[in-house]
């Protein structure tokens, strides 16, 4: 079965600070994807990236980057000189690939709370 | 486009009482999820659909029941709302994309609604 974990359960930085993410993954499957997406207090959910299995490369798109590792199973996210407006929940989700659709399986989420 | 609606975005129930939550696409997307989300717990798929007529079980799916009587349209009732189903449930779809084999297989992201919060007292 499939599975993703966010240890950290909840984050407090202060603003400007850099804050990493973890989520570890588990999965039988040669190909996957593997996303991140945040839920502000709005509540809708915003999606952050997505990555493939056979891409190991990392990602940079402005303050934040994604660091996939496959030989720890792990998809960690970096938010640099992080700011007020990053407070939200992240999510790390994996999608389980089948002709039935792409369900995916989602971590319990990391509350971030970056004070001013 | 308006892309995924959800339709009511806030509802209270008594236990015991029914509804029918309305999600909506206007992609033309063949997939279509039902999820719940629970402190602590993140989203956990409820059904899904691969077409219309077609739907499948998916993580948490007892005491909810879903219908695609339209391509665009995915329903999700409860019979008999619980306490237990206090929750925010988001309607999610995905589009499908041609092989060079000529097979047909989902894309792997999901487009998501903004959600409806549901109270059961």
């Known amino acids: 079965a499939q599975k993703v974990t966010q240890a950290q359960t909840e984050i407090s930085v202060v603003e400007k600070e850099d804050v990493t993410l973890d989520c570890v993954y588990e999965t039988r499957d040669t190909t996957y994807y593997l996303f991140w997406y945040k839920q502000p207090p709005s509540g809708e959910l915003v999606f952050l990236i997505r990555r493939n299995s056979f891409d190991e490369q990392n990602e940079i798109s402005g303050r934040y980057s994604w660091n996939f590792q496959k030989s720890t199973s792990s998809f960690n996210f970096t938010i640099t000189a992080s700011q007020v407006v990053d407070s939200a929940v992240y999510f790390c989700?994996?999608?389980?690939?089948?002709?039935?659709?792409?369900?995916?399986?989602f971590g319990a989420g990391t509350i971030l709370r970056v004070k001013s | 486009n308006a892309g995924v609606t959800q339709t009511p975005k806030f509802r209270v129930l008594k236990t015991g009482q029914s509804m029918t939550l309305l999600c909506a696409q206007d992609?033309?997307?063949?997939?279509m999820y039902w999820y719940r989300q629970d402190p602590g717990m993140g989203l956990r798929l409820i059904h899904y659909s691969v077409g219309e007529g077609t739907t499948a079980k998916g993580e948490v799916p007892d005491g909810y029941n879903v219908s695609r009587l339209k391509k665009q349209n995915f329903l999700l009732g409860l019979e008999s709302a619980a306490p237990s189903q206090t929750s925010v449930y988001f309607c999610a779809s995905s589009y499908s994309i041609l092989e060079t084999s000529g097979r047909s297989k989902p894309y792997n992201e999901q487009f998501f609604g903004p959600g409806t919060r549901l109270t059961v007292l």
């Open positions: 989700a994996l999608s389980e690939a089948s002709e039935y659709g792409n369900k995916l399986v």
């Open positions: 992609m033309n997307h063949e997939y």
